[in-house]
């Protein structure tokens, strides 16, 4: 027969609001970026419709920049949970 070990609950996490307020701004600034290059990708596909393949394409590297940003403060966001949580670890 196994015996099975669960895993101790800790405290609730404490964050400061000045974290609070860090993480809110950092997932907004990546949804606004991840919506504009939504924005690019839609105005690309009407200016393809249209046959206007110059005007697609301008839209397409202006959507691929938005997708780089929004990339790069995703992994500042994931920084962040990092330090917090070890933070909170201790």
Not at 1 to 8: A, C, D, E, G, N
Not at 42 to 63: L, N, W
């Amino acid at each position: 027969m196994s015996t099975t070990t669960l895993p101790i609950k800790k405290e609730p996490t404490m964050v400061s609001p000045a974290d609070k307020k860090k993480g809110a701004e950092l997932h907004t600034k990546a949804a606004e970026h991840h919506e504009q290059a939504a924005k690019s990708h839609h105005e690309a596909a009407g200016h393809h419709e249209a046959g206007h393949t110059d005007k697609a394409a301008a839209s397409t590297v202006i959507a691929q920049g938005h997708h780089t940003l929004a990339g790069e403060t995703q992994r500042e966001i994931v920084k962040h949970h990092v330090i917090l949580a070890k933070a909170n670890s201790n």
